[in-house]
Each structure stands twice: as C-alpha cells, then as structure tokens.
C-alpha cells in the first residue's frame, strides 16, 4: 500500500478515535454528539479515500466512491448543526433550518446513492485513482457545499463576536481549525471538478483534517482543566 493511503487510513483512525473521545465525555449533549457525528463522518471520508485509491477491483471502487461521497457532504451538514450548538446548546433549531437540513440530507443521499447522477466514471490507476463527475450536478454540490459552510461560519462569527475568555478561546481553536480544512476542501473538492470534471486531488484534503483534531483535544483537555 502507498504510503499516501496509510497517511489517510491513519488519518480516519484519528478522526473516529477523536469524535469517540468527544462523544463519551458527554453523549446526551448536542455538541458533542454533532461533532462526534461530523468527524465519523470525516473518518468515512478518509477511510474511503485511501481504499479507493488502491483497489484495482471496479465494483469496490465505486464502493469506495461512495463511502467519500457520502461522508464529505454529511460531515459539512454535521459541522452545521456543530456550529448552530456551539459553545451552548440553548439555542432552538428553528423550522427553517430544519428545512434546509432535510433538503440537505435529501440532496446529498440523491446525488451519492443513485448511480450516474453524480459520478459518471471511476478510473483505475492505483495508487492514483480518480473519478469523473457530471458538471451539471457537481454545480448543484458547489452551490450545497457555500451553503452550508457559509451558514457554519456565520454561526462561528456571531459567537465569537460576542464571546469573550474561554470562550472565546474555544471558539478560535475550532474555528482556526475548521477554516483551513474549508479553504483545501474548496479548491480541490467544490472548485476544480466544476471546470476539469474529474476529481483527482481530492484525496490530499482529509490531512487538513489534522489541525482541527490538535484544535479540538487542546480545547477538550484544557476545558476539562479549567
């Protein structure tokens, strides 16, 4: 195996062994659970991404496509309902937001679980494989994609804003870290494929992943000391 997709196996350990830790420390709290969920679903991304990219057998391929295809989106709609919490869970969920989430939801199981709509082509090349992409429904996915992030970081902003001390604290470890993983994601997930139709690099993206698990066990073992 490449040592690329160790790099990325090792990399959906972390994500799942860091959203585990997080959710045990207190699991009836919506916090924890959605950051939990989002990075499970950052593991299954990762996971995905290195399995892909070393199978020669078709069929596990598109296996592989879809476990990415599906984890990436959901983890971006978990990182929503993560920033609408975060730091407090007082706030109510409001029936506009849960109408954007379900068409969320609805939109990205469409475009990942019925064959063709998203992904036309896997191409075989190990360790670098890639896919191709409708152009059409991949502007759909760019357009979910500023939705949702542009909604989390809104959210992020507000409290930090209006936050101060350890809250404040809290807000810029996870927002830093969240920032940078946005930033690669755009550029290689959303952006590219709208113009190339292929997505290639797409693979490089869950090591950014990386900075917001530093940020989130710093912040985790500092708030359990404070």
């Given amino acids: 195996m490449h040592w690329s997709n160790i790099g990325l196996l090792v990399v959906a350990g972390l994500d799942f062994g860091v959203g585990l830790l997080v959710w045990k420390l207190n699991p009836k709290n919506k916090i924890n659970i959605f950051f939990a969920l989002q990075q499970a679903s950052l593991g299954f991304w990762a996971l ?6 070393e199978t020669s057998n078709e069929v596990m391929a598109w296996v592989w496509v879809g476990m990415q295809n599906l984890g990436g989106p959901l983890a971006i709609i978990f990182l929503f309902l993560f920033s609408h919490y ?13 109408l954007i989430t379900s068409a969320g939801v609805l939109f990205v199981l469409s475009i990942t679980l019925i064959p063709g709509i998203w992904v036309t082509r896997v191409v075989l090349d190990p360790p670098n494989s890639f896919w191709m992409v409708n152009k059409i429904t991949h502007i759909l996915f760019f357009v979910f994609f500023v939705t949702f992030i542009s909604l989390a970081f809104r959210n992020f902003l507000s409290r930090y804003i209006g936050s101060q001390g350890f809250v404040r604290r809290q807000l810029s470890s996870v927002f830093v870290g969240i920032s940078i993983l946005t930033f690669i994601s755009a550029i290689f997930g959303a952006s590219l494929p709208v113009f190339t139709g292929e997505i290639r690099y797409l693979w490089v993206v869950p090591y950014f992943v990386l900075p917001l698990i530093i940020g989130s066990v710093r912040l985790i073992f500092s708030s359990r000391a404070a």
């Avoid at 995905?48 to 990219?53: D, I, S, T, W, Y």
């Avoid at 975060?86 to 849960?98: A, E, G, M, T, V």
């Fill in 86 to 98: 975060f730091p407090y869970q007082r706030r109510l969920f409001s029936l506009r937001y849960k």
């Fill in 48 to 53: 995905g991404a290195g399995l892909f990219r």
